[in-house]
DNA sequence: GTGCTTTACGAATACCGTAACGATC
DNA sequence: GATCGTTACGGTATTCGTAAAGCAC
């Protein structure tokens, strides 16, 4: 059965006529009357009876009007839901980000979003880029704030947003020692503190780059707890200007050089998921 | 948007892929993915995301398929009801038969259709013919079993059913005092008994017929009251087989004879009511 | 006459299938 | 290579409008 005879059959029932609902569907008599006898036929039997007055439903006919009136009901429902989802007065937005985005940019981007369509609910999962990538390809999160060192890898489809400076982070003894003029070789028998896989090859590499191989003493993601190490004189490290304005210790010194490098930072999503209006919404306020 | 789209969506989304889904549909894929295509254009986002395993749904496609379940329930609720009725699993009749009808024939059709089809309901009105037709003609009711004395009228569509015999009744003394060899003209002296106005037009003409005008003494509908007041020696009445059937008087006598007329039975019903099929059913049962 | 209905028929358009092509496992 | 997806394009079938006609108030 078509829903859409359904539905032509609805608004002659409740027009009382074919001529009054074709008048309301902006069609021609002869084309609603065909469609109720398609109808007729595919149900096989009557349900309505014509006169010149008008229709007047059978018993088959108030059955299917009933039915045709939920059927109406949810159509209508369906096409308002939808409405609020593309109009941004409700959705939700599964976002995954690095820590030190999700300390900075992210609030940022979530409060503007908030102000601008206060039903539109971001859920953010912190997770380190490989992790974050992989629940963008399962589905798990719709957007995904990652970062890498290098260009980014040339297989992945992503939305660059930015670059920042990768900085020398050492404790103020260092700073002191050298009066203020520390190069990367005067570190290259201090033990050193890396934070995750892609942050220590970055170290391992800017190192080399200086001629030398770092000693690798401690091991943490959590710029905090590198910090801390670092102010307490347990070693040196490299860290990105984003972890340091989300947290910045008052006994550590801070060095920027072209040669530490630099992090650029992106957005990855599934092909086309940016066409959900509140994950595009997302987008905009993390670009801006 | 159209619903139809919305269940070619719902099935997409149950079968995991468009492909499988054209499958089920028994269409190829790109009708599928032409019908998914325009359903997207007109809703303004994406409803799913495509990948070679597969689609899997977005935020609006989760919300859009909730709704589709609705209305494929819906549209497969109205097909089961709409067997139902046609299968004569369920249905009403509403019927309105005239007082001998509805004491002989009706009991024995309503029987009838009982034993074939136990969930569907005859509702009988008592109704003499012309406030039958107008319950027709009101769509109070769905079935008019009527009678004429006359040829039916011209101008009125009817299922003719049979024709049933006038009878004289007389109260036993009539027939003694005769030696059974009554005349219409020996009673024309006589009070006579009449019931509704065309039972009366009619004894008034084959009177006529029998050169006297009847002394109308008693009035009344009720062929058991009639024949109550004719056993007591009351009056005389012409009442058809029907009513006799009925209900027959022990202490009265009734004779046939061509001259008394006869009075013809039948169904009358809006045009095209006998394509509801628990009516046609009905009809069938009054015809057997 | 004015309103309701229907049928018949032609033309526009919606729709589905075929063919060709790209991406992923 | 198998399976997923898409776009382009053509023929068919649906579907709507026009025209003509029948009925009831």
């Known amino acids: 059965m078509d829903p859409r005879r359904l539905l032509i059959f609805r608004a002659v029932a409740r027009a009382g006529s074919i001529s009054a609902a074709a008048r309301e569907l902006g069609w021609t008599q002869p084309a609603v009357s065909q469609h109720l006898r398609t109808l007729e036929r595919s149900t096989g039997c009557a349900l309505l009876l014509r006169s010149a007055t008008g229709v007047q439903l059978t018993e088959p006919g108030r059955v299917l009007l009933s039915r045709a009136d939920a059927l109406a009901v949810q159509l ?3 096409e308002e839901e939808l409405a609020d989802l593309t109009s941004l007065r409700r959705g939700r937005v599964r976002l995954a980000a690095y820590p030190s985005a999700a300390a900075t940019l992210v609030p940022r981007a979530v409060a503007g979003l ?3 369509h206060p039903d539109v609910d971001v859920e953010l999962t912190e997770a380190e880029p490989p992790q974050a990538l992989a629940l963008v390809a399962a589905g798990d999160v719709d957007l995904a704030l990652v970062f890498s060192y290098d260009d ?4 992945l489809e992503w939305r660059p947003l930015g670059v920042e400076p990768v900085a020398l982070v050492v404790g103020g003894e260092h700073w002191a020692a050298t009066r203020g003029r520390l190069t990367l070789g005067d570190l290259a028998e201090e033990p050193w503190v890396v934070g995750c896989e892609r942050c220590r090859a970055h170290a391992v590499r800017v190192c080399a780059e200086a001629g030398f191989e770092p000693t690798v003493r401690h091991v943490s993601d959590d710029y905090v707890v590198v ?3 670092v ?3 347990l070693g040196v490290t490299l860290l990105p200007r984003s972890a340091l304005e989300a947290y910045r210790h008052p006994s550590v010194a801070v060095r920027d050089h072209p040669s530490y490098g630099t992090r ?4 990855v999503h599934r092909e086309g998921a940016d066409s959900v209006p509140a994950t595009a919404a997302l987008v905009r306020e993390l670009s801006a």
């Open 231 to 233: 102010a307490v004189g």
């Open 152 to 155: 980014p890898p040339a297989e």
């Open 76 to 78: 209508h429902l369906a």
């Open 114 to 116: 908030r102000e601008r």
């Open 227 to 229: 910090q801390n190490l």
């Open 264 to 267: 650029r930072f992106g957005l």
